[in-house]
């Protein structure tokens, strides 16, 4: 008959019921404890119990009784009337940077923008003064811009070396930087370059065509790790012939999502976002 339960039932009934409540109470109170932490970033790295509130838009009461609670377990420390990441917190951020497979996070990211714009896409680090392929996910296309794991490129040409220009922070003057020509199209001019740079910075990607190699044409965009710095550039790479004009903003929008999604599996702070 509907509607009716017998006791034994009724008890279990009751007893998921209450389970149920108390299992997902701590799940949302992670939810919260996560946009309290998220509060803190690079560029803020200390904050108010009030900025901590208005970053998460939680009740005052809330905000501080979780502030509370994580000094009192070590996530936070509190300085005066301002909170920041705790040592235990540090230690940890330590440990999963040490344990971060860059080349095997990189892959799916890779082979999802193959699979997007149809043209190899490839991740870079860099060595000195040149970068280096780290991984390709090949097109599918016969023809295509030919790009091979340890092969060792020049900073001054193509789209990867104009990123690790624009954001890394360890490398030299661009005075400094051998520029030949490897084409005519390479920009060897200090002046030059340096604009072409100040472009990448601002816009946070960069578009090359024929500058390293003739007939050929990339796309690159910055990964940031947990730190704020420049941990690699993930591109993509084509013959101009598939890279005209109409193409040229999806492929670049392309490239940026994949850079941001590989920049928050390392822990970016700011999601991937380039710094102002």
Do not use: N
């Amino acid at each position: 008959m509907t509607g009716l339960v017998d006791s034994g039932d009724a008890g279990t009934a009751r007893a998921h019921a209450v389970g149920g409540s108390m299992s997902r109470k701590p799940v949302l109170v992670l939810g919260k404890v996560r946009q309290v932490l998220d509060a803190f970033t690079a560029q803020t790295p200390a904050l108010t119990a009030r900025e901590v509130q208005q970053c998460t838009g939680l009740p005052a009461t809330t905000s501080l009784r979780l502030l509370q609670a994580l000094v009192e377990e070590g996530f936070l420390d509190r300085r005066g009337d301002r909170y920041s990441p705790g040592v235990a917190m540090l230690r940890w951020a330590a440990v999963a940077a040490e344990g971060l497979d860059l080349i095997g996070t990189a892959t799916p990211a890779l082979e999802e923008l193959r699979d997007a714009t149809g043209e190899s896409a490839c991740l870079f680090v860099r060595q000195g003064d040149h970068h280096v392929c780290v991984a390709v996910a090949r097109t599918p296309h016969s023809v295509r811009q030919v790009l091979e794991v340890g092969q060792v490129l020049p900073l001054h040409a193509g789209s990867a070396g104009r990123v690790f220009l624009a954001f890394d922070r360890g490398l030299p003057p661009l005075e400094d930087l051998a520029r030949p020509a490897l084409t005519e199209h390479t920009i060897t001019a200090v002046d030059r370059l340096r604009e072409a740079v100040e472009r990448t910075r601002r816009e946070g990607s960069a578009v090359t065509v024929e500058e390293r190699t003739t007939g050929a044409a990339s796309v690159s965009a910055p990964v940031f790790d947990a730190r704020g710095e420049l941990a690699a550039v993930v591109g993509i790479a084509c013959p101009v012939q598939r890279f005209e004009p109409p193409v040229v903003p999806s492929r670049t929008a392309e490239v940026t999502r994949a850079a941001r999604r590989l920049s928050r599996l390392l822990g970016s702070a700011s999601g991937g976002e380039v710094p102002a």
